[in-house]
Nanobody
Framework: QVQLVESGGGLVQPGGSLRLSCAASGRTFSSYGMGWFRQAPGKEREFVAIINWNGGRTEYVDSVKGRFTISRDNAKSTVYLQMNSLKAEDTAVYYC?????????????????WGQGTQVTVSS
């Protein structure tokens, strides 16, 4: 049984930083692309960042470019999202997801396993 467990969310002031982690089990982690998505209240889920199986390719939504960094440690079966210079509009529930393929996609339908989500709140 595949499990994705996110951690690292919380309340942070604007301009602050957080690092989200997503630990995977039940599948050969290094064989699949991973992604981070988020959903704010009243909005649709959107992709935030994706990374392919070996970390050689990443992609970000325009609103987080230069502020967020996705990375993975295949030895630890964990994907990370480093979030710097956080803004109020980054407030959302953040989900990690495992792709069906070696590569990743910005389309959520390419992912067949999802974590439970972790709340990120940016507020003063």
């Amino acid at each position: 049984q595949v499990q994705l467990v996110e951690s690292g969310g919380g309340l942070v002031q604007p301009g602050g930083s957080l690092r989200l982690s997503c630990a995977a089990s039940g599948r050969t982690f290094s064989s699949y692309g991973m992604g981070w998505f988020r959903q704010a209240p009243g909005k649709e889920r959107e992709f935030v960042a994706i990374i392919n199986w070996n970390g050689g390719r990443t992609e970000y939504v325009d609103s987080v470019k230069g502020r967020f960094t996705i990375s993975r440690d295949n030895a630890k079966s964990t994907v990370y999202l480093q979030m710097n210079s956080l803004k109020a509009e980054d407030t959302a529930v953040y989900y990690c997801a495992m792709s069906r393929f070696l590569t990743s996609s910005t389309n959520s339908r390419a992912y067949d396993y999802w974590g439970q989500g972790t709340q990120v709140t940016v507020s003063s």
